[in-house]
């Protein structure tokens, strides 16, 4: 029976009520089902709809709502937008429903004989009379209580589900909030709806405020306001901060709920401080005088401790000097090794430090002053213990020193929600080691000083002008800043280094200058000569470009194809001269006038045309080869860099930003058709809006312990399985296989391009790094440093001169707001 009715966008909604013949796909993580169903209306014939449903059984009687649609490649089809679930109509709709699956312990054979002991009591015997199963051949108690188990299962992922279809959640998530709550899912929900935000990865804070909304909590309702302060706080994080202040939390809170909240605000910001859901603490901000600073209680506690830890750590160790400084020149002899004059202070002087930092740019030589630190360590009978943020930066720590590096989650022992390693249980360590420390954040950092005993001393290892860490802090930067933490910095670059282009330019834009980088258009022999960094001027059709070029065609079309010569009312045409538009409703805009319009209508190509709009071209363009910056990057990925670097060359693409035609997102599309594109036999699996294939390259998006890989981490599809919906990964760079389950193949996204803050701490032999106007917001200065210097044998810039200029001119001046430098002033003055 169908019932169409107008919905609110224009499109013929309607009911269709009917019997579930066949399940033909159903994915477990999303919900996302193929159906067949025989509609009461017309019962010979089988319609296809598609829903969004956390499980469908055949058999089940359906009432769906929704509107038809013509699919391209599989024809008719009707999209549902709501499913529920009804009696089944017919005994033999019933026999099929309890023996497709539905109940564990109840396969075909069985549902016969409950159906045909039952008749059309069999439902309410499920319902209220369990233990009249009994009475059927073949069910025992066991049997029996498998039985209740799951049918109890049914019934509240059903009721779940149907509560929130009501206040407009996804069914994505009906089995992740089941799984998370459990049988009081509706009461949990119904009570603080807010906590699926908390509680539930994918449901962010508008979802969980709809749901809010939709049971009739009320638009300016203390509990929403204090949700959205949670909100605020947290994403706060994201952009590095540790705490916001008052009029911060006003403006962000208001805008988020579009309410005034000025009023009421200090009275619930007190409320939240009192119920220990924030925490206070009064700082000296610029041009504000001492104010009120609001954390979440994590972050608060967290730069207290690594504070008070850093500046309590204890005295030096007493340390002979001179003894010291001629093992080294020993050691060094020995192994031909040349340390320069700051290289062996920084070692003699770290060594007999309880906490110090060692820092420098790129050819400095921390590695190698790394390397003799640790022999003259284990020399003086100190067990040495190596770690690092990322499995790359831990895996090229124990390449160069010859000891082994593990990250700081496996060197913590992430266990049952928590560190298994910290002040009770610490680390068997005399001296750490900490090698990418702008990597660090505050959480991590804090819970890594919780593992180190008292007497152990302390090495972090960093660039401080790379980009800081992707979570809340500065550690870093704080550390150097405040002052009280012996800082040994390598300035000399060394004459090997200097012959690396990498390190040349890198140095030079770290100091704000542009450096003048050849391009192999210009110069083919530099591909030959395996120069380490190379500039390919390249250009991307700006949407603004596209829309003139469009419009110009269309006109230009319908002029000298449709009107005679003398007619008007668009264009008036005279031999070999330019076209003069005149119609009314066709302006060439401004910055649009110097281009020759009968060009862009004699164009052969988009490339043409697009020239045609430019007007001027650098001379060593991409362009003049027929190639897009989008186009370049392929090209350097699938030919030219393999040619020349190798075909097992590893080769990274990092963006500055994820949206644009040169973001990740587009990018990963364009490369995994080139690269891997769909072939007979070949596995491919749809999540979501992410299409994966075996072979693909991949990256892990956030920490899950349980599997054991974290955010960043990067590897290939080995295998994947449509019916179980599992894929296993092969990670970089140790290979170890990790197989996800259909509720952990969401943490993963393509990664033949990642942003430039995916990749800190990460080194690649081969990077190409797009650098084009459509990424000003994120063109920075230690940006694109850090990008470049994430490249060991080849880095390729892709875009625009001036674009680099940018980036080279700016400077990041956003402050991060941090507490832990002033705390450890504080402390030093305490201890004084």
């Known amino acids: 029976m169908r019932q169409p009715t107008t919905g609110h966008t224009g499109a013929i909604e309607e009911t269709i009520r009917g019997i579930v013949e066949r399940v033909t796909y159903h994915n477990a993580d999303n919900g996302f089902s193929i159906l067949r169903v025989s509609p009461f209306a017309n019962p010979l014939r089988q319609?296809?709809?598609?829903?969004?449903?956390?499980?469908?059984?055949?058999?089940?009687?359906?009432?769906?709502?929704?509107a038809w649609t013509a699919h391209p490649q599989y024809g008719r089809q009707f999209q549902a937008t709501q499913a529920i679930e009804r009696k089944p109509a017919t005994s033999a709709a019933l026999e099929k429903y309890l023996g497709s699956g539905l109940i564990k312990g109840v396969g075909p054979k069985t549902a016969k004989r409950i159906v045909a002991h039952f008749g059309e009591q069999t439902l309410a015997v499920f319902e209220g009379?369990?233990?009249?199963?009994?009475?059927?051949?073949?069910?025992?108690?066991?049997?029996?209580?498998?039985?209740?188990?799951?049918?109890?299962?049914?019934?509240?992922?059903?009721?779940?589900?149907?509560?929130?279809?009501?206040?407009?959640?996804?069914?994505?998530?009906?089995?992740?909030?089941?799984?998370?709550?459990?049988?009081?899912?509706?009461?949990?929900?119904t009570e603080d709806p807010y906590r699926l935000a908390q509680d539930i990865y994918g449901i962010g804070f508008f979802s969980a405020d709809k749901v809010a909304l939709s049971i009739g909590l009320a638009a300016d309702s203390p509990q929403r306001v204090m949700a959205g302060i949670r909100h605020v706080l947290a994403a706060s994080r994201d952009f590095g901060h540790c705490y916001l202040t008052a009029s911060q939390i006003e403006a962000q809170v208001g805008e988020l709920l579009h309410l005034e909240v000025g009023g009421?605000?200090?009275?619930?910001?007190?409320?939240?401080?009192?119920?220990?859901?924030?925490?206070?603490?009064?700082?000296?901000?610029?041009?504000?005088?001492?104010?009120?600073?609001?954390?979440?209680?994590?972050?608060?506690?967290d730069e207290v401790y690594v504070a008070q830890r850093v500046a309590r750590h204890g005295p030096a160790p007493s340390l002979d000097t001179h003894r010291v400084r001629h093992w080294i020149d020993r050691y060094c002899a020995s192994h031909t090794l040349s340390l320069s004059e700051e290289q062996a202070a920084a070692v003699t002087k770290i060594a007999g430090e309880r906490f110090s930092i060692l820092t420098g740019g790129p050819g400095c030589g921390k590695t190698t002053t790394t390397l003799v630190l640790v022999h003259l360590l284990e020399a003086m009978g100190?067990?040495?213990?190596?770690?690092?943020?990322?499995?790359?930066?831990?895996?090229?720590?124990?390449?160069?020193?010859?000891?082994?590096?593990?990250?700081?989650?496996?060197?913590?022992?992430?266990?049952?929600?928590?560190?298994?390693?910290?002040?009770?249980?610490?680390?068997?360590a005399d001296f750490l080691i900490v090698d990418e420390c702008s990597m660090l954040d505050i959480s991590l950092t804090a819970s890594l000083l919780r593992a180190v005993p008292q007497h152990s001393q302390v090495l972090l290892i960093g660039d401080a002008d790379q980009l800081p860490s992707v979570g809340a802090g500065n550690v870093l930067h704080d550390l150097i800043a405040s002052q009280q933490i012996p800082c040994f910095h390598l300035s000399k670059v060394f004459r090997q280094a200097r012959q690396s282009l990498i390190v040349q330019y890198a140095h030079q834009i770290n100091s704000g200058a542009l450096p003048s980088i050849d391009s192999p258009f210009n110069k083919p022999a530099l591909w030959r000569n395996k120069?380490?960094?190379?500039?390919?001027?390249?250009?991307?059709?700006?949407?603004?470009?596209?829309?003139?070029?469009?419009?110009?065609?269309?006109?230009?079309?319908?002029?000298?194809?449709?009107?005679?010569?003398?007619?008007?009312?668009?264009?008036?045409?005279?031999?070999?001269?330019?076209?003069?538009?005149?119609?009314?409703?066709?302006?060439?805009?401004?910055k649009f006038q110097h281009v020759n319009l009968e060009a862009i209508h004699g164009a052969h190509t988009d490339i043409d045309a697009l020239r045609a709009v430019l007007g001027k071209v650098h001379p060593w363009s991409a362009l003049h080869y027929g190639l897009t910056a989008s186009d370049t990057v392929c090209k350097l990925y699938l030919e030219w860099i393999p040619k020349y670097f190798g075909p097992h060359c590893e080769i990274q693409v990092l963006s500055p930003m994820t949206r644009g035609s040169l973001g990740t997102h587009s990018l990963n599309r364009m490369l995994q058709e080139a690269a891997n594109p769909p072939r007979e036999g070949k596995a491919q699996l749809t999540v979501g809006e992410r299409l994966f294939r075996v072979g693909d390259r991949v990256i892990h998006r956030k920490n899950n312990y349980e599997l054991g890989v974290f955010n960043g981490d990067i590897g290939r599809i080995t295998h994947l399985d449509n019916e179980e919906l599992t894929c296993v990964v092969s990670f970089f760079p140790d290979h170890?296989?990790?197989?996800?389950?259909?509720?952990?193949?969401?943490?993963?996204?393509?990664?033949?391009?990642?942003?430039?803050h995916k990749a800190q701490g990460s080194e690649f032999e081969a990077v190409i790094l797009p650098v084009l106007p459509q990424h000003f917001k994120m063109l920075f200065r230690n940006l694109i440093y850090t990008g470049l210097t994430r490249?060991?044998?080849?880095?390729?810039?892709?875009?625009?001169?001036?674009?680099?200029?940018?980036?080279?001119?700016?400077?990041?001046?956003s402050r991060r707001q941090t507490a832990l430098g002033e705390l450890l002033v504080n402390e030093a003055k305490r201890d004084r």
């Open 736 to 756: 170890r296989e990790v197989v996800y389950r259909k509720e952990d193949i969401v943490e993963l996204e393509l990664a033949y391009a990642i942003t430039i």
């Open 129 to 189: 009379e369990k233990e009249r199963l009994l009475e059927v051949p073949g069910i025992a108690r066991k049997k029996l209580e498998m039985i209740s188990t799951a049918w109890a299962a049914h019934r509240a992922i059903r009721d779940v589900m149907m509560f929130l279809q009501q206040h407009g959640i996804s069914t994505l998530f009906a089995v992740r909030i089941y799984r998370q709550y459990g049988d009081r899912a509706i009461a949990s929900v």
């Open 382 to 428: 100190f067990k040495v213990v190596l770690a690092a943020p990322t499995g790359r930066a831990a895996q090229r720590m124990a390449e160069v020193i010859g000891r082994e590096a593990k990250t700081i989650h496996r060197l913590l022992e992430w266990q049952q929600g928590t560190f298994k390693k910290n002040e009770q249980e610490p680390l068997a």
């Open 531 to 590: 120069a380490d960094c190379l500039f390919i001027d390249a250009v991307e059709a700006t949407r603004e470009q596209l829309t003139f070029i469009g419009k110009v065609k269309r006109l230009q079309a319908r002029t000298r194809d449709t009107l005679p010569e003398d007619e008007a009312n668009l264009y008036a045409f005279r031999t070999n001269e330019p076209l003069v538009p005149y119609e009314p409703g066709f302006v060439v805009p401004k």
């Open 264 to 301: 009421r605000l200090p009275a619930l910001l007190d409320q939240m401080e009192q119920d220990g859901r924030l925490m206070v603490r009064h700082l000296a901000v610029p041009g504000q005088g001492t104010v009120a600073c609001y954390y979440a209680k994590s972050l608060f506690f």
């Open 47 to 66: 319609e296809t709809v598609v829903v969004h449903q956390t499980k469908v059984f055949a058999g089940a009687t359906m009432e769906f709502k929704g």
């Open 791 to 813: 490249a060991r044998r080849l880095a390729v810039f892709v875009g625009t001169r001036k674009a680099l200029a940018m980036a080279v001119r700016n400077q990041d001046t």
